[in-house]
Nanobody, 121 residues
Framework: VQLQASGGGLVQPGGSLRLSCAAS????????IGWFRQAPGKEREGVSC????????YYLDSVKGRFAISRDNAKNTVYLQVNSLKPEDTAIYYC???????????????WGQGTQVTVSS
């Protein structure tokens, strides 16, 4: 069972990235998938989640309207489209799998290795 996060990079303020979370060893659609981020010196925080049932989506207030989470079941992958990026979005972004969406990282059983997003001019 493995999650692989990718798609991070260095982008200017206002820019966009698409983060990917690919699963191997299990069917991603059976799980809620959450994206978390951790900035230097700060606690890890939940950014977004897509549920396993009905694909309900949830977002941290500070990213609503800028980030969008989605699934591609054929590719066994969940995406996080991040737009209108701000310097305060700089962090390592992790994806994780759980049976239900939650903003608490202890809820999640499987974690990817993280991908760095840096927003700077």
């Amino acid at each position: 069972v493995q999650l692989q996060a990718s798609g991070g990079g260095l982008v200017q303020p206002g820019g966009s990235l698409r983060l990917s979370c690919a699963a191997s060893g299990f069917i991603l659609d059976d799980y809620a998938i959450g994206w978390f981020r951790q900035a230097p010196g700060k606690e890890r925080e939940g950014v977004s989640c897509i549920s396993s049932t009905y694909d309900r989506t949830y977002y941290l207030d500070s990213v609503k309207g800028r980030f969008a989470i989605s699934r591609d079941n054929a590719k066994n992958t969940v995406y996080l489209q991040v737009n209108s990026l701000k310097p305060e979005d700089t962090a390592i972004y992790y994806c994780a799998a759980s049976y239900y969406c939650s903003g608490y990282d202890l809820t999640y059983d499987f974690w990817g290795q993280g991908t760095q997003v840096t927003v700077s001019s």
